[in-house]
């Protein structure tokens, strides 16, 4: 069966979803990307682990938030254009509403809520999430010794502080070197069709490098976020120093304690951190720099996943090609393997986590449980756990 043809979602399915994972989807890429995994592949069988293993890796290839590309890839491969539009703003707008709610409090009252005892309780469902979908999709990207020692040598490089976008290419270069002395060929045509395919992404950074400097500090706001949007590859700590350059050491707009609020709570919320954009587009110029930080910051993402969605299909066909995204997938596993180890050592903490982890596993390999009750009742044996002096 053609996984695009029967069983294709409505648009409003689409959104539906989407709209669901926004406000749901705590913990980060990893969790994100592994929550999505639950959904698309395990309960709704809209594709197949291989064609989602391909989309993780091609999201490492552009700039912008991962696991929102993700939803966008998912989107356009199940709605064309339109599910596109429709999953990755179904995905967006969620957590850049709750993440609004947030900015607003902070400017009325100088404060915002605390979330320590719902992240407590999330933590170690979040944990259990991500160590299925590593092992589904391991099973799928794992086929043999070399990919498997790249996997586990990226997850060690991450571990010991090597920088995420070398590792990634690294992984991408080892397996393309290693298969082209086992299997000499001709690597010529495939890379002038690689060359080709990523001339549509250029676009956009052409014009966020072309984007001025206005007199109208509206429009500079949004040129900010539009060049941040289209050349920001890497995790929170990337965006910081972005931000930090831009609007605190260049223009003075911001202090650096705002700057760490902002992006603490896009790391709280729901949702891609690239919310963090909402948050301090309204500290700046309320509601239309809300409006304006939050569309420059995710817009060039939807350019370059709808030109590269176009053509993902097609770097399957060669071989040169299908070794850079063998070698990217298992990179990006051996990624969120590093990842996963960090926050477990954060998220495991006392016997009551590590229940919770525990019993989410079991739930999620022995049932068709949704992946979302899980992280609600997380959050109320998180209250409640707080509340009787058990958690934080």
Known sequence: MDDRGEGRPTLGELWGL???????AFGGPAAHIAMMHDEVVRRRQWMDDQRF???????????GPNSTEIAMHVGHDRGGWRGLVIAGAGFILPAAAIVLALAWAYVSYGDTPSGEAL??????IIIAIVAQALVRLGHTAIRTW???????AVAALYLAGANELVLLAGGALVVLAIRSLARPRGPGRDLLGLVGLGLPGLGPIVLAQAAGSPAVDLLRLF???LKIGAVLYGSGYVLLAFLRNDLVARLGWLTDTQLLDAVAIGQFSPGP??????????VLAGLPGAALATVGIF??????????????????????????????NVAALGLMAGVSLQLGADALIDPVTLILAGLAGL???????????????????????SVAGMGP
């Open 273 to 282: 951190i690239f919310t963090t954009a909402t948050f301090i587009g309204y």
């Open 53 to 63: 293993l391909d989309m993780v890796g091609a999201t490492n290839l552009i700039p």
């Open 299 to 328: 817009l060039p993402s939807f350019l370059f996943v709808g030109a590269l969605s176009r053509v993902l299909p097609r770097l399957r066909d060669h071989v040169w090609t299908g070794a850079l995204l063998d070698g990217v």
């Open 18 to 24: 989407f709209v669901r994972l926004g406000v749901t």
């Open 223 to 225: 040129a900010i976020f």
């Open 363 to 385: 739930l999620l390999w022995r049932t068709t449980l949704n992946s979302a009750w899980l992280v609600a009742g997380g959050a109320i044996v998180g209250v409640l756990a």
């Open 119 to 124: 992240l407590y309780g999330i933590k170690p």
């Open 146 to 152: 070399l990919l498997a020692a790249v996997a586990v």
